[in-house]
């Protein structure tokens, strides 16, 4: 039982370190919370999330492939590229159109047409002759040409004569038998044995001479305008015995119970096994045809695609309130929701490729750049099971995609140069090659040898490989988001960080001092951030522009002062103060002049925040004792430290200038003015509005503390040589 305790406890304790990434005590509730503000939630922005998912379901069910029975690359003589297909219900087999066209070429010979005899035929024809025969010339005809018309008359039309046209149709259709009846009686009778006017009117000559009647008399006669047709087909009992001999025979040749296998991956799709297929997408087809069915399945499309939605927007409210308030993040996170999913609803819809050359992976990417890590992986997973809907066999996609996005996430801590991004796209697609291999291996087949039923299909394999090459495409696509949404990747930080670009090479030149100043903060604000968890880049980038407006007035701030003269000695203290606050608002305009992003001009306008001048406002104290100094003048007019990052730039520049102006280095100097100046901070207020705790400030103390002491550290005095 105490193995029991212990394991369990080991367990909750490892959860809770591999699910934050930090071993420190408190650490957890603290990166919780940093950028989790509380917000007071109103009717309107509620409806606004529930507007937004609405659309998003509305667009994605609009795009879904209509056919959402068809198999993809389903070839006869190919492997089966997708995981093991089980019958969900029973279904028929139903025959190919081959097969139903061979079983009905071979029932043709039973099928029977049926043609009306008309007696009164012969009869009008044989009057007919005989009304003729009284107008002829030179005392009419012969009794014996008579008696042999009339009797070879009786025996063609006894046998029956059709039309020309009905013939025809006996000849196409390959009938054997014909069913004549004459009132309720039908009688088969052979179709070789049937005649037409023609082959009527030949039988009428046929055996003239031997009759002994004159073959050239009779042809004078023109007896053929007495040979017509009295077999008249009748198209409704006819029509109805193909029917019948149709609905004997069967559609299917067998049937597929519910949970049978029909087909794992790697086996060859054979003739037998396709047919399966087609004839389940048939009987699926059959049951969604009804209009309650396709009710049904749009349902079922509405309540997948808003559940995944809606557990995403749940995640922003509960974890990350920070980015619902920022347009941008929200606008990044939903252009690539849609984006991957649309892109595999054209490629399933129109069967063009296979979804796994799509470079899934840049979506974590890209939301691991501009935003963090575990909403990164929350999208990618998002995203994967919006882009399932479409698949026919998702699970290995699923498993295949999140691996994947697992592994982007973790190999891409900081993007700051190219070939961070070249060895993120090579581990995920080693990841995916090695994690597909292993569904392959559990499933039986063989990398190498083996028939064609357990060898390895390698076609997704290279398509993998395609999709490793297309993630390299990430690098470009970032300027296009930065530009678009106004981010600034750490590229783009690593950029400006380059004390050789043109603004930093003039504030070197201009302020060396305040350069030096920049570069010292840059490096202590880095470290701090390193410390606590903020984001180290940023910060620094930050500490190097946040004094670029000193270059106005290099000469009025401390550190670019040489020798003993101090322009301030000629001004009073409101003018001295209003010239050291400008520098904020000339910094401002610096950074807009040369383009610099949104959040570094942030750290210029917020490095002294709500702050006073504090030497000025002192100094002017002194000198009217009496009177009541107004703070406004001496009061920097920038906004409070809305971030960490912020925060910290603002400590360790006064922490930083501070330690300059001290006489003597000692531990216990250096600790006294590092809190001093930090409490100093706290208690005026200015770290009110942004998510350092005290922990964290704690932390940036012993940082200070510990960095000035290497830094301002007391050297030996070195020998010199005697005379």
């Known amino acids: 039982m105490r193995k029991i305790t212990y394991f369990l406890a080991f367990s909750r304790k490892f959860l809770c370190i591999f699910a934050l990434g930090n071993v420190k005590e408190g650490f957890p509730r603290r990166f919780m919370s940093r950028y989790n503000k509380p917000i007071d939630y109103s009717w309107r922005s509620i409806l606004v999330q529930c507007a937004a998912v609405v659309a998003l379901v509305f667009i994605m069910v609009t795009f879904l492939p209509s056919d959402r029975h068809t198999f993809l690359h389903v070839d006869v ?17 139903f025959k190919s159109e081959n097969q ?26 044989v009057n007919r002759f005989r009304e003729d025969i009284q107008h002829l010339g030179d005392g009419g005809l012969s009794p014996v040409y008579q008696e042999y018309i009339e009797k070879h008359l009786a025996d063609v039309y006894h046998k029956g004569i059709l039309s020309t046209e009905d013939w025809q149709r006996l000849k196409t259709d390959s009938c054997n038998f014909v069913r004549i009846y004459e009132g309720t009686e039908a009688v088969a009778r052979p179709t070789v044995s049937l005649l037409t006017p023609k082959t009527a009117y030949e039988s009428l000559l046929a055996d003239a001479d031997s009759s002994g009647v004159n073959r050239q008399q009779l042809q004078r006669l ?21 029917k019948g001999l149709l609905n004997s025979l069967s559609p299917s040749t067998g049937m597929v119970l519910a949970g049978q296998s029909v087909i794992d991956r790697g086996e060859i799709v054979t003739e037998q096994t396709h047919q399966i297929l087609l004839s389940y997408e048939r009987a699926t087809e059959a049951r969604d045809s009804d209009r309650e069915g396709q009710h049904l399945t749009l349902l079922g499309q509405i309540l997948y695609l808003t559940t995944i939605l809606a557990c995403l927007v749940v995640y922003f409210n509960l974890f990350r309130k920070d980015y619902i308030t920022n347009v941008r993040s929200i606008s990044l996170v939903v252009i690539l929701l849609m984006l991957f999913p649309l892109v595999t609803f054209f490629l399933v819809s129109h069967t063009m490729l296979s979804v796994y050359i799509v470079p899934y992976a840049m979506l974590p990417i890209f939301v691991r750049v501009f935003m963090d890590s575990r909403t990164a992986f929350i999208a990618h997973a998002a995203m994967i099971m919006l882009c399932a809907i479409a698949l026919r066999y998702p699970y290995e996609f699923i498993a295949t995609q999140c691996v994947a996005g697992l592994v982007a996430v973790f190999t891409l801590r900081e993007l700051s140069e190219r070939s961070q991004l070249f060895r993120t796209a090579i581990f995920v697609t080693l990841s995916a090659l090695v994690f597909f291999l292993s569904l392959d291996l559990i499933h039986g087949h063989t990398p190498l040898g083996g028939d064609s039923l357990t060898r390895i299909d390698w076609n997704i394999y290279k398509h993998i490989i395609v999709s490793g090459v297309l993630l390299l495409f990430a690098y470009p696509l970032m300027y296009f988001f930065e530009r678009l949404f106004g981010f600034t990747s750490n590229v783009t930080l690593v950029e400006l960080s380059n004390v050789n670009n043109e603004l930093l090479q003039r504030l070197s030149e201009v302020a060396p001092g305040t350069f030096q100043h920049s570069i010292q903060v840059a490096n202590l604000s880095a470290e701090v951030a390193r410390k606590i968890g903020a984001k180290s880049q940023l910060v620094r980038t930050g500490a190097l522009y946040h004094d670029i407006g000193k270059m106005q007035n ?6 670019n002062q040489m020798g003993s003269t101090n322009p301030h000695d000629k001004l009073s203290s409101v003018e001295s103060a209003r010239i050291i606050i400008d520098h904020v608002r000339q910094g401002e305009i610096l950074a807009d002049n040369y383009r610099l992003p949104k959040v570094i001009r942030d750290f210029i306008s917020t490095h002294h925040g709500h702050g006073l001048v504090k030497f000025f406002y002192y100094l002017e104290k002194n000198k009217n004792p009496q009177e009541e100094v107004d703070p406004q003048p001496f009061t920097y007019p920038g906004q409070n430290p809305q971030t960490a990052e912020q925060a910290i730039l603002m400590m360790t520049d006064a922490v930083e200038a501070s330690a300059r102006s001290l006489k003597e280095y000692t531990e216990e100097n250096i600790s006294q003015l590092v809190d001093r100046i930090v409490d100093s901070q706290l208690a005026e207020g200015l770290f009110t509005e942004c998510p350092l705790t005290f922990q964290d400030i704690r932390t940036a103390k012993m940082v200070f503390k510990d960095k000035l002491k290497t830094i301002y550290h007391t050297r030996i005095t070195y020998p010199t040589l005697k005379d």
Do not use: C, H
């Open 77 to 93: 003589g190919r492997p089966w590229p997708y995981s093991q297909f089980i019958a969900p219900y029973d279904f028929p087999i």
């Open 100 to 125: 139903l066209q061979k079983e009905q070429d071979s029932i043709r010979r039973l099928y029977e047409p049926y043609f009306e005899l008309r007696t009164e035929t012969y009869a009008l024809q």
């Open 554 to 559: 290099a000469a009025f701030f401390t550190e």
């Open 222 to 242: 023109n007896l053929n305008k007495y040979v017509v047709s009295n077999l008249t087909y009748d198209k409704t009992k006819s029509d109805d015995q193909w």
